[in-house]
């Protein structure tokens, strides 16, 4: 199951007979490629051991809310923005009561009400308690607050009644579970990404380049083929898989680029170029290894093609999207290259010395951003690149349907101007 590759799922267990099934979700979810933390309620460590499910998973179980171990670590504030999506399976029917009263006085609880990506609840009890008017009013209030119910089933149940109140089968949860990524934000629209840098030959053994990994230009990708989009990739030399769904042109030099993107831009709604592309080449490339001699080498560089200002200076363009990474003055820079390249968003960056969060900028696997359009902006905060790219999509999305509306979303803070 590709859809839940790479993807961090919590998942929650609570007290429940059914709370053994978890093992399997815990499992299925290895298997599809995600890596999974696991957190359970005291109660349903009385059906299942927490071993069980460290083994499983191979990270250590969270089980208490003041854990002074845990807090030095990960305590559930960290917990909470390293998910992509969190899953309770099984959810009692003493877990749903809480969690639409809002209480935060156990772990898992704190977490809930602390993260900000999808909720999921997977039910399980006997079925006189689901059909209880009390429990099917927390079920209705849980989804009015955007909780996704997966189930439950209906047949026989561990008591030896037959209704509904079964935990959905590992299988159909996961299906399900991948279901959440898929927005339909781009359905029907196409995507062009450039992504990692470029090489620009010296001779045949050497090139100027620079430190792009590629990881965001990617995970942008992914996040824009969940998003329902057809997504043409063309990535400069990088070390990295090629995400599902995702059509991928493989290119070297920053010309070879450019004409990888001419050749498809016609097809695209929306450009995306996120690549790093070399700004200079050199004039003269050598045809063979330059010797290495006592004077002093002197080599003369040109401008690389500007791809951006290139497809934004076509009379018929698409939506595009341009970075900017910046050691100093971020705002003023990238506001420049909104209006010198003709985009009509630049995500911008810190990088080197400035990058204290994210160690430099270049290679990390966490970033953020802060987005510019003509008459406002939005920051997002320092998180996955696999996250920051959902939100990114997300922003894109509804400034493709709505250019001159607000954003609305609670985990981007509006720029003052």
Not at 55 to 77: Q, Y
Not at 83 to 92: E, F, G, R
Not at 229 to 246: E, K, N, Q, S
Request: net charge negative; with cysteine; aromatic share 4%.
């Amino acid at each position: 199951m590709e859809r839940l590759c790479n993807k961090r799922i919590l998942l929650g267990v609570t007290g429940s007979i059914a709370a053994y099934k978890a093992a399997e979700i815990v499992r299925g979810l290895r298997a599809a490629g995600a890596e999974v933390r696991v957190v359970m309620t005291e109660a349903a460590a009385q059906f299942v051991g927490p071993l069980t499910f460290q083994a499983l998973s191979g990270h250590p179980v969270h089980t208490h809310l003041l854990d002074a171990e845990s807090e030095a670590a990960m305590g559930h504030i960290e917990l909470a923005r390293w998910a992509d999506a969190v899953l309770v399976a099984p959810a009692s029917a003493d877990f749903m009561a809480r969690l639409a009263q809002g209480r935060a006085d156990d772990l898992l609880g704190a977490l809930c009400l602390a993260s900000a990506v999808p909720l999921a609840l997977a039910p399980a009890m006997n079925q006189q308690m689901w059909s209880d008017r009390a429990t099917q009013d927390n079920a209705q209030l849980l989804r009015k607050r955007g909780v996704v119910l997966f189930g439950p089933a209906e047949g026989e149940q561990a008591c030896g009644e037959v209704g509904a109140g079964r935990l959905l089968e590992p299988d159909r949860i996961l299906d399900q579970l991948a279901d959440l990524f898929e927005t339909g934000s781009l359905g029907g629209q196409t995507v062009l990404v450039t992504a990692g840098p470029t090489q620009e030959a010296v001779d045949p053994v050497r090139y100027l380049s620079n430190r792009s990994s590629g990881k965001m230009g990617f995970a942008l990708a992914a996040a824009a083929a969940e998003a329902g989009a057809r997504v043409i990739l063309i990535a400069g030399p990088v070390a990295l898989d090629t995400p599902g769904r995702v059509q991928r042109v493989d290119v070297v030099s920053a010309a070879d680029m450019l004409a990888a993107v001419e050749a498809h831009i016609a097809e695209a709604d929306i450009f995306i170029a996120s690549a790093a592309v070399s700004d200079y080449r050199p004039r003269l490339p050598s045809g063979h290894k330059i010797k290495k001699s006592e004077g002093e080498w002197l080599l003369e560089l040109e401008p690389c093609p500007d791809i951006l200002a290139t497809v934004g200076a076509r009379p018929k363009r698409p939506f595009c999207v341009g970075f900017a990474a910046e050691t100093d003055e971020l705002e003023a820079n990238a506001r420049a290259k909104l209006y010198a390249k003709g985009a009509d968003l630049i995500a911008a960056n810190w990088v080197g010395p400035a990058a204290v969060q994210t160690d430099g900028g270049f290679g990390a696997d966490v970033n953020a951003l802060r987005l510019f359009w003509a008459d406002g902006g939005l920051e997002l905060p320092v998180t996955t690149k696999d996250k920051l790219a959902r939100q990114l999509v997300a922003v894109i999305a509804e400034r493709c349907r709505h250019p001159r509306a607000g954003i609305h979303n609670d985990n981007v803070v509006t720029l003052k101007h």
